[in-house]
């Protein structure tokens, strides 16, 4: 730990011993990464964290090409903190948000944004939920306050919990049902975590989608919501010290509560490969896809995860990867492949693979040769010229990030709520330059198929 | 406290600062008939490209649909003496992004480079025009990839109304094809046919690039005149003009999927038509503005009937149509239908209320800067007003003519936008009212072209299991990225 790293964390537990004593009994909620200091503190290149009284913390990322800043206001709250039996509520409870408080009622959170130049949306993932605004500079005290507001004042009413579950069931229907490749999808990962909430899809199962009401929804709310458990993210044409100044004003004046952990969830082994076949009349092409768990980000040893990520890039990031280069343009297989690494998770990771065979070609000799080429990742270390042009492809994708505000702030917020320090992201470049030859061959051979489901995908008759 | 605070701002006018990039846009001149504009930002060492050409897929020949989009597909499968692997291989060695797609209009090629890469970017995009390689191999993977994705397509709701819409939509005119074509159009393409579009359509002659990004300007004309002057510069070929637009009625294509989709559309305005703006206006309030519109309101808020509603004022060159779509269950899809046509009838009955104009505008000017809060945003921006035929003073001009719109402007557009009796509606889905579902023929033309214009290598399957990514939240509706 370095010395700055240190301070900052005196710093923090001086706050939490004064006021938050909600940190300390929340074991989980308080797994900050090195906990930021009072006044703005710079973390990295470009970016200034500082903590408020009550405990939410916040990250300012200056960027001055245009007149105008991203807020993004990051919960640690997620899919996995559905309760058992209603799927799909935190996802449900993040549009309640757009519904109304006492003194900004019904739509006027959206109308007033809208009317004041800016964009808004959230989205919601297994492990975070995250609202944000873009808007010109001067209304970053407007969408603040608005946040501020909702965070502690949503009225939650039947006549907008029913018709917003309607929303939500024709949302299901459109990206879920309407799409066999997302049935798919849902159906390995339900498979892939035995009994961790991952396999859970975000958006929730439809049955228990329909089982969400009110007094769901406001113990949802009372459980989660709270300053204690949020990271500010604010991006653009700002200083530290203006957001400092704005967010004392707006958030600085809510009190944390104490919050009851998170639940952990345990991830029990699996002892063998999960394997299925779904037939589908509305899949029109098949599809095998493969699907592992692996070690996260904040699961990793030093080291692994980046070597995940660039193996990732080499099997199957774009045209000049080796199963597109085998199986699509060598052995003319497949039409596409591809493979990817995610680990961006508070808890386990997936390395996916799918191909999409040519006409004719079954999905066992497809599979077959994707079995191939995996062997043979797993028997020598990447040839030099790839390994560097998968490292740079990796490397350049931060310079470009830095090109959006959004991209810098998901960047960032995300890597907060799960887990991970804002050195860690700074870092990530340097992290994958040193991957080598050998690291990669080791992520491939940690891949083991008793980890993994592995499912065709067929058009077919029945439905 | 909060609720004064907030009347405070709804009220004060919005005083908005012409963007920083756009207050300085740079016209360079490379003769050859070609428009080129340019952003200058150092803040970030990446350069954005923003390329346009009259080649899209209304130039395609009878028969042939398809064309313009399969050789945009192309473009990054070899040229010159690099074959398509050591073409992808010199992309990406270089983190550069290199990406072609067919519009109705035009051929629109973006590129992302590191600065430091720029000149070989534009040396691989001068070899990709002039010297396509369009080799037996790349060609028949390309062309699986197309028909693969057409086949997925022919299930997917929202794919086959926008096809049957702009089907039954442009009637006789080469917009009533898809861009991306139909399998037997696609498997009918030969690299001849290929070859020969490229010769007539890939020139400089109408060519439109917008550049935003860490480059100087004497850098930047040397390198774009550099890139462009062996291109040759021969006239492209005029497109037709069109006759009546539009097929009045509510058109079936029955499909068994849970949910429905409804694409529903009326003739435009053009975009020199002096009510273009005035009519983005009106169809921001209808349908264009997301949460804050009267179709959101009435079809998904009150009603909970729809994840998305939206509409869009479109002009291409030679037509003009405000479509919108909408999905929903089986059973809800004719009431939805009937809502829509409801509000746009009350709509263009009583025209906006002044406070809706008022927020129309603040929204449409104050949300302009965002799109040069990036090299990418600006490059993008500045094509799309290039494409329009917009001039280099119209990114200063344009918050002023929205400022300038009065209601009686917005009440005489939205009459004349807005007739529900001529609205033209195609549903892909099986209604499950009771009612039998009615007996509407396919189009006689293969279907066509789908609402949003598809990437320019067709993915013919997203990795499937990909992880699982955020859902987004409840805003569904385009909130203009591209702005007017």
């Known amino acids: 730990m370095t010395g700055s790293r240190l301070a900052a964390f005196t710093a923090a537990c001086l706050i939490a011993a004064a006021s938050v004593t909600a940190l300390a009994q929340s074991g989980d909620r308080s797994k900050l990464s090195a906990p930021p200091p009072v006044n703005p503190r710079q973390t990295g290149n470009n970016t200034f964290q500082f903590a408020l009284q009550n405990g939410m913390q916040v990250l300012v990322i200056p960027d001055h090409r245009a007149p105008v800043v991203t807020q993004m206001l990051w919960f640690r709250v997620g899919a996995v903190d559905d309760p058992p039996g209603i799927s799909g509520i935190a996802h449900f409870f993040e549009h309640m948000m757009f519904r109304g408080t006492k003194s900004v009622p019904g739509d006027q959170f959206s109308q007033t944004v809208s009317k004041n130049g800016g964009e808004l949306n959230a989205f919601t993932s297994h492990d975070y939920t995250a609202y944000y605004e873009q808007i010109a500079k001067d209304r970053l005290p407007l969408v603040m306050r608005l946040e501020a507001d909702r965070l502690v004042n949503l009225i939650l009413t039947d006549a907008s919990v029913g018709p917003e579950r309607d929303v939500v069931l024709e949302e299901r229907r459109m990206r879920v049902e309407n799409d066999p490749q997302s049935l798919m999808s849902e159906q390995m990962r339900a498979a892939l975590h035995l009994t961790h909430p991952y396999g859970r899809p975000v958006i929730g199962w439809a049955e228990e989608i329909r089982r969400i009401d009110r007094v769901s929804a406001q113990r949802f709310y009372n459980r989660h919501y709270a300053p204690n458990n949020a990271i500010l993210v604010v991006a653009g044409d700002v200083t530290p010290d203006e957001v400092r100044k704005l967010a004392q004003d707006t958030y600085g004046k809510l009190p944390a509560r104490n919050l009851e952990p998170r639940s952990e969830s345990a991830e029990p082994p699996r002892m063998a490969e999960t394997r299925m076949t779904i037939t589908r009349r509305d899949a029109r092409v098949p599809i095998f896809s493969r699907l592992y768990r692996v070690p996260s980000y904040s699961q990793a040893r030093p080291g692994q995860a980046q070597a995940l990520e660039t193996y990732g890039q080499l099997l199957g990031g774009g045209q000049t990867s080796m199963l597109y280069r085998v199986l699509v343009e060598q052995k003319k297989l497949a039409s596409d492949a591809g493979a990817s690494y995610d680990g961006n998770n508070r808890d386990a990771g997936e390395f996916s693979i799918y191909a999409v065979p040519r006409p004719g070609v079954t999905l066992q000799a497809l599979e077959k040769a994707v079995d191939e080429v995996l062997l043979s990742t797993r028997n020598a270390p990447p040839q030099a010229a790839d390994l560097t042009r998968a490292k740079t492809g990796l490397i350049a994708s931060v310079t470009y990030r830095r090109d959006s505000q959004m991209s810098l702030a998901m960047a960032y917020g995300q890597a907060l709520t799960i887990g991970l320090t804002v050195d860690d992201v700074n870092e990530w470049p340097a992290r994958i330059r040193a991957v080598t030859a050998d690291n990669v061959r080791r992520a491939a051979q940690s891949l083991s198929r008793n980890q993994a489901v592995t499912c065709y995908l067929l058009p077919g008759g029945s439905k | ?484």
């Open chain 2, 1 to 484: 406290m909060i609720h004064r605070a907030l009347a405070a701002c709804a009220f004060a006018l919005i005083v908005m600062s012409v963007p920083s990039q756009a207050a300085d846009i740079q016209n360079i001149d490379l003769g050859k008939n070609a428009t080129v504009w340019f952003a200058e930002d150092h803040t970030v060492p990446i350069i954005a490209f923003n390329i346009s050409m009259p080649a899209g897929s209304a130039y395609d020949p009878a028969g042939k649909s398809g064309l313009a989009s399969f050789a945009a597909s192309m473009m990054d499968e070899g040229a010159g003496d690099l074959s398509s692997k050591a073409f992808h291989e010199a992309i990406e060695n270089r983190a550069i992004g290199f990406s072609a797609r067919a519009e109705r209009d035009h051929l629109v090629i973006s590129i992302t480079t590191l600065k430091e890469n720029a000149p070989e970017a534009m040396r691989l995009l001068q070899m990709a025009l002039m010297k396509p390689r369009f080799e037996a191999d790349a060609l028949a993977r390309v062309k699986t990839q197309i028909i693969q994705s057409l086949q997925q397509d022919q299930v997917e709701p929202p794919r086959v109304a926008g096809r049957a819409f702009a089907s039954a939509f442009f009637g006789n005119h080469p917009y009533a094809q898809s861009s991306i074509g139909t399998i037997k159009s696609v498997s009918s393409i030969t690299a001849a046919d290929l070859r020969a579009f490229a010769r007539r359509h890939w020139v400089t002659n109408g060519i439109k690039v917008a550049v935003a990004g860490d480059i100087t300007k004497p850098e930047l004309t040397k390198l774009l005149a550099d890139t462009f002057r062996p291109v040759p510069n021969t006239a492209p070929p005029a497109l037709p003009n069109i006759g009546r637009l539009g097929k009045p009625g509510v058109h079936v294509m029955p499909l068994p999927v849970p949910q429905p989709t409804a694409v529903f559309g009326l003739p435009g305005i053009m975009r020199d038509d002096p009510d273009f703006i005035p009519g983005y206006v009106a169809n921001y309030i209808l349908g264009g503005g997301g949460f804050s519109s009267r179709l959101t309101n009435e079809v998904r808020v009150k009603r909970g009937l729809t994840y998305g509603v939206s509409t869009s004022l479109t002009a291409y060159s030679k037509a003009s149509v405000m479509m919108g779509s909408v999905a929903t269950r089986a059973n809800a899809i004719r009431q939805t239908v009937q809502v829509v046509r409801d509000t746009m009838s009350t709509f263009a009955k009583e025209g906006p209320t002044q406070q809706e104009l008022n927020d129309a505008k603040t929204y449409l000017t104050g949300s302009f800067p965002m799109a040069f809060a990036s090299n990418r945003g600006t490059a993008s921006q500045l094509g799309t007003f290039q494409r329009q035929n917009l001039d280099i003073g119209y990114v200063a001009r344009r918050n002023s003519l929205i400022q300038a719109v009065t209601i009686a402007d917005v009440q005489r557009v939205a009459k004349r936008l807005y007739d529900p009796a001529r609205l033209t509606v195609v549903i892909a889905g099986t209604p499950s009212d009771g009612r039998p579902a009615p007996q509407v023929p396919r189009p006689p033309v293969p279907p066509s072209e789908a609402p949003k214009p598809p990437a320019s290598v067709p993915a013919t399957a997203k990795p499937p299991a990909t992880p699982e990514k955020p859902v987004p939240g409840p805003v569904t509706a385009p909130q203009d990225t591209q702005k007017p």
